[in-house]
């Protein structure tokens, strides 16, 4: 029996000297692979790998390197064991071919193999999104997290298909996710724009790129502990994609349509009648409205404000019962360790104004004129 693993591959159109400057370098890995490096990037050097929003870190000795064709990391998990990282990078075409393999705790066939099988297929197709459009640009993030019951196939139906999507992130005539390489037109609720591709695609995640921030967007879920599941959205913008004050108003939305999320998913937990009837449904299409989608229709992304957005009544129905059982106070609750300081403007507790996001006319780009870049050090990473 072999040692058990987690293999996985991504081609990128990027030479393998960049890859291996992704894999090995602190300033290129803080822009994709976690929020912030420190350490020496030499043989036998300790990279120390934090990610800030979930306050935690994790030391990797750069056991092998062989530029720019292979590098292997250590890090000890307490508890645990050691776990090993090899990245083998070939010339591919016009670019490159990295593969991932992975042992160690976590790895095929242990506990947790499923998320970190997920996770490394998110994390190869954001590495491809730098790699490929992002070199070199520095990160600014929006991230919300918030614990939720669901399965995979009820998730998937809110985080993918327009009818679900449509309950509390979009407007109607919104495309919703299809498979890896297609095309993505969103309307956000605030009107909000979002055009991109399909990055990656797991049982429980997504990420798609986001053509008017420079950046991208990632739907995520994990288990916090054995007895709590959470859902995550965030996304970053490189270099001058997104002023200061729209950034701040983008978190701020994406908190409070997580939110709304966290309603919907509560809601059919607790009427048990109505998750059932979502999971069926989505049994039933399997996806099959991203076959032979028609042309995007930007007409039903101006409808009025106060146009009805939820399909039946019993939607609306739906909304209605999550708002009633779930307060205020019990998302504060579920965010756990996330400080609601640190992505909302807390201040006064106003209404979200949606005018800074909103373009005046319709063809409009959302995204204002440049604004000078942020040193590093001050990019706030997600």
């Not at 300081?341 to 106003?350: I, L, Q």
Request: one cysteine or more; aromatic letters at 8%; charged letters at 25%.
């Amino acid at each position: 029996m072999g040692i058990p693993e987690i293999r996985r591959h991504i081609i990128v159109k990027a030479s393998p000297v960049k890859a291996f400057e992704a894999w090995t370098e602190p300033e290129h890995l803080s822009r994709w692979f976690c929020d912030k490096v420190t350490g020496w990037p030499g043989q036998g050097g300790t990279l120390t790998l934090t990610w800030e929003k979930f306050g935690f870190s994790m030391e990797y000795i750069l056991r092998d390197l062989e530029p720019p064709r292979r590098v292997v990391l250590k890090s000890l998990i307490p508890g645990m064991g050691m776990q090993t990282l090899t990245v083998t990078i070939r010339p591919y075409g016009n670019g490159c071919r990295i593969e991932v393999v992975e042992t160690g705790p976590g790895a095929e066939g242990q506990e947790g193999a499923g998320d970190a099988k997920s996770g490394w297929e998110m994390s190869l197709a954001l590495l491809k999104t730098y790699l490929e459009n992002y070199w070199g640009k520095n990160r600014r993030g929006f991230f919300t997290i918030i614990t939720a019951p669901y399965n995979y196939a009820q998730l998937m139906h809110y985080y993918r298909v327009p009818e679900g999507m449509n309950k509390w992130l979009t407007k109607p005539g919104s495309t919703g996710i299809g498979e890896v390489g297609s095309d993505v037109k969103l309307r956000f609720k605030n009107n909000m724009v979002l055009t991109g591709k399909v990055m990656a695609v797991t049982n429980h995640e997504l990420l798609v790129t986001w053509k008017e921030i420079n950046g991208f967007l990632e739907l995520k879920s994990f288990m916090a502990n054995a007895d709590q599941k959470t859902i995550l959205a965030r996304g970053s913008t490189y270099g001058n994609g997104l002023s200061l004050p729209k950034l701040k108003a983008l978190r701020k939305y994406i908190e409070q349509a997580m939110g709304e999320l966290h309603l919907i998913l509560k809601a059919e937990k607790d009427n048990p009648i109505i998750q059932e009837k979502v999971v069926n449904k989505e049994e039933e299409e399997d996806l099959e409205l991203f076959e032979g989608e028609a042309d995007f229709d930007d007409s039903a992304l101006f409808a009025d404000d106060d146009e009805e957005v939820m399909a039946t009544a019993a939607d609306a129905a739906l909304i209605a019962h999550a708002r009633t059982v779930a307060r205020t106070t019990e998302i504060v609750q579920a965010r756990g360790g996330v400080k609601e300081s640190d992505y909302v403007d807390t201040s006064g507790g106003k209404d979200f104004d949606d005018s800074e996001l909103i373009a005046k006319d319709d063809d409009e780009e959302i995204v204002e004129e440049a604004a000078p870049s942020s040193p590093a050090s001050d990019a706030a990473k997600a």
